[in-house]
């Protein structure tokens, strides 16, 4: 189902490694999330994008360690995601952040007031950091630093929030211009149990 503004390409007309990436994504989550179809109508950028996405949010596929966790990684990008009022990026990543920290109620109190949400004051820390990335980058100074090192945060730490919170503004912007809409799996997602079957 094409849910955007701009066609999404033929699956069976995308180069190899496009479409064998999409294959495998389809089969772990039983679907094809919208935004890699989206993307695909430009090879040279969906190559971009995900190989940027992927050092980000999973950065041991690239021979690298980060002191954030999964589901840290994925409160940034739902926090910063509703602050852009990207619906797209808001229930996606609300859905994995879901999933990854075994939590259904979560993504909504992180979509709209992390600072109510049932979160550590670690994790707090870090989406003010991450916030003020998203919407004053240019006011960052030391005290910020300092906030984020009294949580336990290094320096390579506040990069990785920064750049995930950065690469998802991209994101972000991305998929509202296009009308790029959520599928329907992602709603369910980390709610309820999975049935047993």
């Known amino acids: 189902m094409n849910t955007s503004r701009y066609p999404f390409p033929d699956l069976n007309t995308l180069p ?3 479409r ?3 294959l495998e994504v389809q089969e772990k989550a039983g679907f094809i999330p919208n935004v890699f179809l989206a993307f695909a109508r430009r090879p040279a950028e969906w190559r971009a ?3 940027y996405h992927d050092a980000l949010m999973a950065p041991e596929t690239v021979g690298r360690e980060s002191g954030l966790s999964k589901g840290e990684r994925e409160m940034i990008v739902t926090a ?8 797209y990026c808001v229930v996606a990543h609300g859905a994995i952040l ?3 920290e075994k939590k259904p109620l979560i993504a909504d109190q992180v979509a709209v007031n992390y600072r109510k949400a049932d979160i550590t004051p670690r994790q707090r820390a870090m989406l003010d950091f991450a916030m ?3 919407l004053r980058s240019h006011e960052i100074d030391e005290a910020d630093f300092a906030a984020l090192h009294a949580h336990g945060f290094s320096d390579e730490d506040a ?3 920064a750049a995930i919170t950065a690469f998802f503004g991209l994101s972000n912007r991305m998929a509202s211009f296009a009308g790029m809409q959520p599928n329907p799996e992602f709603y369910l997602m980390g709610r309820v149990p999975k049935s047993k079957t």
């Open 16 to 18: 190899e490694d496009i």
């Open 20 to 22: 064998a990436r999409i």
């Open 49 to 51: 994008f995900f190989a």
């Open 80 to 87: 910063t995601s509703a602050a852009n009022q990207c619906l």
């Open 98 to 100: 879901r999933i990854y």
């Open 132 to 134: 003020k990335v998203c």
């Open 159 to 161: 990069w990785d929030i």
